[in-house]
Nanobody
Framework: QVQLVESGGGLVQPGGSLRLSCAASGSIFSINVMGWYRQAPGKQRELVAAITSGGMTNYADSVKGRFTISRDNAKNTVYLQMNSLKPEDTAVYYC?????????????WGQGTQVTVSS
């Protein structure tokens, strides 16, 4: 089992910055990929950024050049630095931990944190 707790959301003006944190606990050694997803009202949940246990990263086209995902293995924490925020970035952001075994994939989710970009 993996437990994920997000923090760092809030209200920010367009052009501003926020940093989200996701603290992992439990069977963290089994996590292959950590990621951030977001879900806006009336829309499907979408991948924002992901980072593998080896440090490889992947970003949605809409956030490339503005968001940065990173991890601190000593603190078992993954971060999402969000710069140049736009109103369309408004959503609930969820931390995800994925464990892949030969038989199946397990996805663990945090409770979500609201990010609102508005003037």
């Amino acid at each position: 089992q993996v437990q994920l707790v997000e923090s760092g959301g809030g209200l920010v003006q367009p052009g501003g910055s926020l940093r989200l944190s996701c603290a992992a606990s439990g069977s963290i050694f089994s996590i292959n990929v950590m990621g951030w997803y977001r879900q806006a009202p009336g829309k499907q949940r979408e991948l924002v950024a992901a980072i593998t246990s080896g440090g490889m990263t992947n970003y949605a086209d809409s956030v490339k050049g503005r968001f940065t995902i990173s991890r601190d293995n000593a603190k078992n924490t993954v971060y999402l630095q969000m710069n140049s925020l736009k109103p369309e970035d408004t959503a609930v952001y969820y931390c995800n931990g994925r464990v892949a075994t030969p038989l199946r994939v397990y996805d663990y989710w945090g409770q979500g944190t609201q990010v609102t970009v508005s003037s």
